[in-house]
């Protein structure tokens, strides 16, 4: 791997941008997510911010159990993030869809529409585990697209 | 100016090899000066080089038509307008500079602002649009108290040349036109108070929402040199006059560190203003400044 590539993937990993989405959660690990930015966690020292707009995102963290109504907005947000992408998904909910299981509105879990990278499971998971889960997320990113451009090396 | 001068101040120093640097380290300083007043830890150290690297190495959606020509190319001409006001500073003395170089300073550090509000436009997003309007509606109150603050610093040494006012004794008109520049930074750096156009979450991103990858690197390199430009430009009409070039050189950064530190304190210590109570501010409080400078430098000017 040249100069160019190692600096990129250090990078990668060391400035994850974060876009927050919520698919019906309750608000519970909404609130875990921004005091993993707050004082007392700071996530800003591993790189990591909360940004506006999906466009400047490189992880997409979603909380909820994906209703009806969100889902379509989960497709067209995660098509909005630039390559390369990860998706986290927060607490218990978009990974099994928790106590709202077999309910006719929800659409969940979310991998049944999207790639999801990493599951922080919790309800709600600890601001901790939170910003393990964008570590790792970041850390993928960096590893995905490094073996990718390895195997088109390969390739050519 | 010779022609080998110039290139060396625009690509060597106070140029592009001393700017861009020095752009990574305000905005760092910034984000960290803001982190330690709320007791965090705040980014490291090479955190703005780290982003702007990932963003350049992330893809950037298809766009056709004029509106994709003019995304590529607005980041790229703010830029470059900031790395020539960067470049036309008289850093070091003697360092040549031509008569009128302060309005084409004054032009080039305005272009980015026009760039921004083209590139909210051009990106057809209504957050953008909302993100211009508010930044075409700031940068016409807040320029009226930092044009006319400038002009009557000028106009006080009959010189349109930045040397001429980089050279400039200590008065009590020096300060006043200082002091209205420094009200005027944060509107134009868009920091808190006046963070209005790119209002973060709120419009999402203003300007910038559509932007993504290089394109937003750039946008976020312009930002960074503009920093370098008006805070050095404060730092020009305050460092003390010096023939040493290596004192000269060393108080231009101090002063600029200085000044950035002090926009961080502000930026901190505030929240955003809407837009209405932003131009009231300027137009109602800060006129009288700029007021009172132009007519102090029209009495000298008549005393003379």
Redesign the interface.
Known sequence: MNLWKR??C???R??P?LFHMNSGSCNGCDIELVASIS?RY?A??L?AC????P??A?ILCISGPVTRNSLQAIKTVYAQV???KAVVALGSCPASTNVFIDSRTIEGPLNKHIPVDVFVPGCPPRPDAILQGVAKAAAILAER?AKKSAAQEEQA | MNLTNALARLLLFPGLLFAVPAAWFFLWTERKAVALMQQRVGPPFMQPFFDFIKLMGKTVPRRSGRAGLLMKALPLIALASSAGAVGLLPVLPASGGFAGDLILLLALLEVPSMCMIAAGFASRSIFGEIGSAREAVMSVSYNVVFLLAIVSIAASQHSFRLETLAQLPSSPLRWLGVLAILVCLPAKLHLNPFSVPNAEQEIYAGPFTEYAGHELAMWDLAHGLEWVASTGLVATLLAPHVQIWWLSAGSFVVISFAVVLLLSVVATWTARLNIDSTVRFYWRCTLVFAVLATSFALLLRLRS
């Open positions: 600096l990129m250090y990078s990668r060391h400035s941008w004082p700071d800003e020292q790189g909360l940004q506006g707009s466009r400047h490189d630039c390559e390369p697209r």
